[in-house]
């Protein structure tokens, strides 16, 4: 690699690092900034497709952010099998380096049809903090090769940026639920002691005195102060994150299913089970966002494959 090569790796690792330190401290949402990321490794890097995957040890990989329609494709080959590179560097810790996938061994089911749809290298990196991971930073190609020690090196960097916006996410929404849930154990409270209070004031236990209307007088206006304050909490909790960022659209789901169904064709063909596709002809028609559904199909249909005996019988 020349002196210029290296420069402009530096100088657009730079660029990134300087995007994201800025919407670090903002509230944009955390999808935008990891879709934004892997297109920015693409750019960066010499490579095809990028793709981000949260992992736990109880839980299949949760795919979160991909470059291209070709990253969610193998990136749910891997959870489909239950093996790849991706689980690999999480559960090691470490990057798994494959820069030619016909001359490797360790995931010979997910290799073998990732050939088939013109994969040849992959290099994959661990979302690692404080000794542990939340899963995985995988980069593919469609040509072979080894990437060169500065851009594993780089690879590495934006798989820690990504790393901590995760975090920084899950601090974010797990402010918004205390702060939700604190609101919510407030409201219940002071819509009881309002209403006992005007109970009070209209009279149904009995005359009151001069002093004891001015006591419930003061009780109510700060009683309605403290419910204004919770109604104003769960307002900014729920700004925080609000339901608009997932854009509901007409969604034909049996296109959605059509396309699970593709996705997943060499799994079902290697598979010791049999998979019936019972799809209307007619389209079906609802509101949502495509991407979760596809994701939702996929996961019922590898979770049935995964528990049902060999030589059962799946309809879908």
């Known amino acids: 690699m020349s002196i210029d090569d290296r420069l402009s790796i530096d100088d657009h690792l730079s660029v990134v690092l300087s995007e994201f330190a800025r919407t670090l401290v903002t509230d944009f949402p955390i999808q935008g900034i990891l879709d934004h990321l892997v297109q920015r490794i693409v750019d960066i890097l010499p490579v095809d497709a990028a793709g981000v995957s949260l992992i736990s ?12 329609r070709s990253a969610i494709r193998y990136e749910r080959l891997q959870t489909a099998l239950g093996e790849g590179p991706c689980r690999a560097a999480y559960e090691t810790d470490g990057p798994i380096v494959i820069p030619n996938l016909a001359e490797d061994d360790r995931f010979p089911e997910f290799a073998e049809i990732a050939l088939a749809g013109g994969l040849k290298a992959v290099f994959t990196f661990p979302l690692r903090y404080a000794g542990k991971s939340l899963g995985a930073l995988d980069l593919y190609r469609t040509t072979a090769g080894a990437l060169g ?19 920084n996410a899950k601090a974010r929404q797990a402010n918004t639920d205390f702060v ?13 002691i309002t209403g006992l209070i005007e109970l009070l004031q209209d009279g ?20 309605d102060r403290l419910s204004a304050l919770a109604d104003d909490l769960l307002t900014f909790s729920g700004l925080e994150h609000p339901a ?26 290697a598979s010791r089970v049999a ?22 199909v996929t996961n019922l249909l590898t979770n049935a494959m995964k528990f049902t005996e060999d030589g059962g019988w799946i309809l879908c």
Do not use: W
């Open 57 to 68: 040890a109880t839980t299949h990989p949760k795919v979160i952010a991909c470059s291209d």
């Open 149 to 167: 020690e500065r851009d594993m090196s780089t690879a590495q960097t934006l798989a820690d940026v990504a790393t901590a916006y995760l975090l």
């Open 180 to 192: 939700s849930a604190v609101s919510h154990e407030l409201r219940t409270p002071m819509t009881t």
């Open 204 to 223: 149904d236990a009995g005359p009151l005195t001069s002093a004891q209307g001015e006591f419930l007088d003061t009780m109510k206006r700060n009683s």
């Open 244 to 269: 608009a960022e997932l854009v509901q659209l007409p969604v034909d789901l049996t296109q959605v299913i059509s396309t699970v169904k593709a996705t997943l064709e060499p799994v079902i063909t």
């Open 275 to 296: 998979v019936t596709f019972d799809v209307p002809a007619v389209p079906v028609m609802v509101h949502g966002d495509v991407e979760s559904l596809e994701s939702l």
